[in-house]
């Protein structure tokens, strides 16, 4: 740990100004973002009695190694500013809400020639209809159900038309899920004004459309069509099935989101209610580490700023009301933020009295009984996950806890579409945006070892090359008069983006290699070339389950029922299995052969460009050099160069492009 005395900045050097502030540790990686009104203020306030500091700060002082600060104009600029940076580093330090889904939403394509009806995430489109947000199960259950009553186009665009070239619906069609425009069974004009009804009821029209399926019912059953009047029957009960699981629980004018918060110690449950018309239309929650001390209203603030930060322009997503259990700091700023994001009056405030005070009680409810049922299921993983940590610092003899495990395989079959993986767990836990892929070629390719040292070197050479090296006193070197002088301290003012570690910028505290003694001692030597001394390998066996050490003539056996032997034999599975994918992948790209392989200057993207042009590999062999040259990106040269490769003799035999590991023809 490191003395927050070493990288203190020197009085006077920090600005009185707003500005955000980033605390790095010794690898170069930010593990704390923060803002504040006066800079000089608050970071005063981390290094002045940090004996005095509560615990989680005064763990997170210690593990920096420098700290940095930006200043800017106001203190909205330092609230925009602090988002996009944890949103970026992605803090341990910290709170982050790690819900990585946006809102799914109903939506019905109106600008298509044939409205269709699907889920939607991500960016709105031009000329769709947006209903929700839902969640994700209650969104398939509305649409299947709703499908029933107002068949509307689902289906993708190459299905549908798939099934108009063929003259056949696809499955809905015959099940009377979808009118099939696809075969004409609709018209245009009557399947689009079916799609307005779906939208207007979905707009909350819903007693007119119940009204009408009740007059149609009565009318069937006087003319004693039973059948016909059992199918009405049965729409209706859909309809209010989905009508009642909106309920109305404020004004129809009410578009709101209630937040609430149930807290301990050592962990925050969130749940948030979308009210939209009055209506509940969703419903989300979710459970995080308290990693940073912070009074309630800073975590709504936390909260808010995750909830919102990508909703720019989207007023559906943003809701003219946010309803709070206590206010932020900063709520002028806040509802600023939002407002300019949604594109009018954002209004953020704790309601005192009447429905929607009530309507808050019942979200804090949920918010309690979430965590309480959040601690009662991860109370065994945790306890579990922390005793395979510390079994196997114990049994490797580990100065540290190995908090970072990375594990590498090597995948091949005879020695051909040789792969390697990476893969990544901390604390416990998978961290697969940092698994990485290795395609071994050459001498290495020949031999499990030589492939073993080789994604080693890489993986470890890049870790030198891209970490941010920060200033200690161990950097510090006499001067010409035999004096000590310390490096520059790691501060900045600058207000452009921090610079970034690489993705191999952090070394492991564990190196788990599959195999056993010889795989083990060439990921040692791989190291040792490399001077890395800090990193510990182990090779597990798959034979015995035995873990190899380096310069050892004995494994180490750990207990079957271990768990710290449990977590290696899941890394190491993981390891094999995102190997094995990725050798598949390349396998069955190698295996897929085609007569305009050959094409000298010719990449995928423009063999694309002429299949895309000409629909098959038949017309582009009978197409001029003049037609070739329509295709795009296709000039007279490569047009020249195609022509001239299909028309040899030995492309008079070459077999349309096959995938041989299932037999496809790719290119009829």
């Known amino acids: 740990m490191a003395d927050p005395a070493s990288y203190r900045p020197k009085p006077g050097e920090i600005p009185t100004e707003p500005g955000v502030y980033r605390f790095r540790d010794q690898h170069g990686r930010v593990i704390y973002v923060g803002k504040a009104k006066s800079l000089r203020a608050r970071l005063n306030s981390y290094f002045a009695k940090p004996a005095g500091l509560s615990p989680k700060t005064f763990a997170m002082v210690h593990a920096a190694s420098s700290v940095e600060w930006t200043v800017v104009g106001s203190e909205l600029e330092s609230l925009q500013l602090e988002y996009t940076w944890i949103k970026e580093f992605k803090p341990r330090y910290n709170v982050v809400f ?97 799609a307005e009804d779906f939208c207007a009821f979905m707009g909350g029209e819903a007693t007119r459309f119940l009204n009408r399926l009740e007059s149609d019912m009565k009318a069937a059953v006087a003319e004693l069509n039973y059948e016909q009047a059992a199918r009405i029957r049965d729409d209706i009960a859909a309809m209010r099935k989905v009508f009642e699981r909106n309920a109305v629980v404020l004004s129809d004018s009410t578009d709101a989101d209630l937040f609430a918060i149930h807290e301990d110690e050592l962990e925050a449950s969130v749940q948030v209610f979308n009210v939209r018309g009055g209506r509940i239309r969703s419903q989300r929650g979710w459970v995080v580490e308290k990693v940073e001390d912070t009074t309630p209203g800073e975590l709504v603030e936390h909260l808010l700023q995750q909830a919102y930060g990508e909703e720019a322009g989207n007023t559906d997503r943003i809701p003219r009301e946010v309803l709070v259990p206590v206010l932020p700091p900063d709520t002028l700023q806040l509802a600023e933020w939002l407002s300019g994001l949604r594109g009018a009056r954002v209004d953020v405030r704790v309601p005192q009295r009447g429905d929607k005070a009530q309507l808050l009680d019942t979200v804090r409810a949920n918010a309690e009984q979430a965590l309480k049922l959040h601690k009662t299921r991860r109370a065994g993983d945790i306890t579990t996950r922390s005793l395979a940590i510390q079994e196997l610092q114990e049994a490797l003899e580990l100065d540290e806890p190995p908090l970072r495990i990375e594990c590498f395989d090597i995948s091949h079959v005879q020695g051909t579409n040789v792969v390697g993986s990476m893969v990544v767990v901390e604390d416990g836990l998978p961290r697969k945006s940092e698994y990485r892929k290795f395609t071994i070629t050459g001498a290495a390719a020949h031999d499990d070892t030589a492939a073993m040292d080789d994604v080693l070197t890489r993986r470890f050479k890049a870790y030198l090359r891209d970490r941010v090296h920060v200033p200690t006193d161990l950097d510090a070197a006499p001067d010409a008069d035999g004096a000590e002088t310390a490096a520059e301290d790691a501060v900045g003012t600058d207000p452009s983006v921090p610079a970034q570690p690489g993705k191999f910028a952090y070394p492991p505290n564990l190196v788990v290699v599959d195999g056993g003694k010889p795989q083990v001692a060439a990921a040692q030597r791989a190291l040792d070339a490399l001077g890395i001394t800090e990193v510990t390998v182990v090779g597990l066996a798959k034979r015995l389950e035995e873990v190899w050490i380096p310069d050892s003539d004995f494994p180490v056996i750990l207990p079957r029922t271990s768990q710290g032997l449990y977590l290696l034999q899941r890394i190491r599975d993981e390891a094999h299995r995102f190997a094995i994918t990725f050798h598949r992948q390349r396998r069955g790209k190698a295996m897929t052969v085609s007569a305009l392989d050959g094409v000298p200057g010719l990449g995928e993207s423009k063999r694309k460009a002429l299949l895309s042009h000409f629909g098959s590999l038949k017309k582009i062999k009978a197409a001029s050099v003049q037609e070739l040259t329509e295709a795009k990106g296709v000039g007279t040269v490569l047009a020249t160069a195609v022509h001239a490769h299909l028309h040899s003799a030995e492309a008079q035999e070459t077999a349309p492009a096959i995938n041989y590991t299932t037999g496809e023809i790719l290119e009829p």
């Open 98 to 194: 790690r819900d990585d889904k946006s809102y799914p939403y109903l939506a019905v394509t109106m600008g298509e020639k044939f409205p269709r009806v699907q889920v939607m995430r991500g960016e709105r489109r031009k000329g769709t209809k947006y209903f929700g947000p839902y969640t994700a199960g209650a969104i398939r259950e509305t649409m299947d159900t709703l499908l029933r009553v107002f068949p509307v186009r689902s289906c993708s665009a190459g299905v549908f038309r798939r099934a108009e070239a063929s003259g056949r619906p696809c499955l809905l069609g015959y099940i009377d899920k979808c009118s099939a425009p696809c075969v004409g069974r609709i018209s245009e004009v009557d399947h689009r004004a079916l």
